[in-house]
């Protein structure tokens, strides 16, 4: 896929997306409000335009679970914080892509 157009740029060929996540391979996107004790995720489905916000407790696997339940592929991001990097382990470990940006970064 190449942005409408506009010609392919420093050789990224015709299915890459100037080195981004390609919009169309991904189902769902989610954003997480991570906190140790609760987390609220916004869903969106990339498909029918649905968004919808979950909460739920902060068990890391739990949070895994319910990505891993959501229409594939699925893409997740969230900050740091106190938590740490668990979470991103266990959803690499369920074949979820997930970014973890730098607090004050964003």
């Known amino acids: 896929m190449r942005c409408a157009g506009l010609s392919p740029r420093n050789g990224l060929g015709e299915d890459r997306n100037h080195g981004g996540a390609d919009m169309a391979q991904v189902r769902t996107w989610v954003g997480l409000d991570v906190h140790a004790a609760k987390v609220v995720a916004a869903i969106a489905d990339s498909e029918s335009g649905e968004l919808a916000v979950q909460r739920m407790g902060g068990a890391t696997a739990q949070v895994a679970e319910f990505c891993a339940g959501l229409a594939a592929p699925v893409r997740v991001a969230y900050e740091a914080g106190p938590t740490g990097f668990g979470l991103a382990r266990e959803l690499a470990a369920r074949g979820i892509d ?8 964003c």
């Open 98 to 105: 997930c970014t973890v940006a730098a607090p004050g970064t």
